[in-house]
């Protein structure tokens, strides 16, 4: 095989799990709200927008590094997912999904149209928080912002992983997750734990904002449209309710895309990201982690 394919092939595999990390933190809000709600929250994409405005807001304003902008960013987005899950979504709890739905919609409208007044529609520079340095190894190329991106992505799902697996809050997530009414009935606040799902999940979306404000650059008010419904396919591919799955699904979308933009053409991209939707709804519409569930109706 020819060595200048096998290098091409190489670097659009390291673009591509540096894209795929982003998408599979925005994945993770949609996943971990579904598998406890079965809501498929359609704002969340502008929650990802959100947080690249704080952490803009941080870094040019307020002169912050990296870190603490980033964790100012999550902790925006946190609050932010409680406020829209407490106002919008949990007195329609109760309400066919079709409401709960165009509610979601709704929302996404009202943040994207909100960001358009206060902070104009104009297309915002991110400042540079760290030197960007470029290494080389062969004929691959690493720049330090795909580095950053890839490690603090690692970092924020070993500390979700952690959260759900070992900690009293992530066992009641996954106790409402399994049966809601038993959860209740164990004393668990549902409420309570449905309000810090929004929260953890919306953190993550915040800080892919701020990672996706570094590498490209640049922000703007609709910057959460495109991205939102390509992580919900990252969730969908990996098995929509599954931590992993949504993890697994991120970085597949994202190396796809790298591979489709490098050897194909980058006006593909996002026909290849809805290509894999379609698919894996026709064939295998419980994702690839996920199981068949028979369901009595």
């Known amino acids: 095989m020819d060595s200048g394919f096998m290098h091409q092939f190489v670097q659009q595999l390291i673009n591509g799990v540096s894209l795929g990390s982003i998408y599979a933190l925005i994945a993770l809000g949609y996943t971990m ?3 406890i709600l079965k809501l498929i929250n359609f704002a969340h994409g502008d929650v990802y927008m959100l947080g690249a405005y704080i952490g803009f807001f941080c870094t040019s304003m307020l002169k912050l590094s990296f870190l603490p902008s ?7 987005t946190a609050l932010a997912g409680m406020i829209i899950e407490r106002v919008a979504y949990r007195p329609m709890r109760n309400a066919p999904r079709i409401a709960i739905l165009i509610t979601a919609i709704g929302v996404s409208f009202f943040l994207e149209n909100a960001m358009i007044l206060f902070a104009s529609p104009q297309p915002r520079t991110f400042p540079a928080v760290f030197t960007a340095t470029v290494y080389h190894f062969g004929a691959l190329v690493i720049n330090s912002q795909q580095i950053v991106i890839l490690v603090s992505a690692i970092v924020l799902m070993i500390a979700l992983t952690y959260i759900v697996n070992y900690t009293k ?10 049966d809601a009414d038993a959860a209740r009935l164990m004393g668990i606040n549902i409420d ?3 309000s810090m799902t929004f929260a953890l999940g919306s953190a ?6 701020v990672l996706v404000g570094i590498y490209y650059n640049s922000i703007e008010p609709l910057m959460g449209m495109v991205p939102g419904i390509k992580a919900f396919v990252a969730a969908v591919l990996g098995g929509i309710g599954i931590i992993p799955g949504a993890m697994m699904g991120g970085i597949i979308l994202g190396v796809v895309e790298a591979l489709v933009s490098g050897f194909l ?12 939707l379609i698919i894996i709804l026709l064939y295998k519409p419980q994702g690839l982690l996920g199981k068949n569930v028979r369901e009595k109706v």
């Open 192 to 194: 309570f734990v449905i």
């Open 33 to 35: 709200i579904y598998g």
């Open 70 to 76: 980033i964790l100012v960013a999550m902790a925006g």
């Open 204 to 209: 993550l979306a915040g800080a892919g904002g």
């Open 169 to 178: 809050i992530g066992k009641a997530m996954r106790a409402v997750s399994f």
């Open 265 to 276: 053409s980058s006006t593909f991209r996002d026909a290849a990201a809805f290509a894999i």
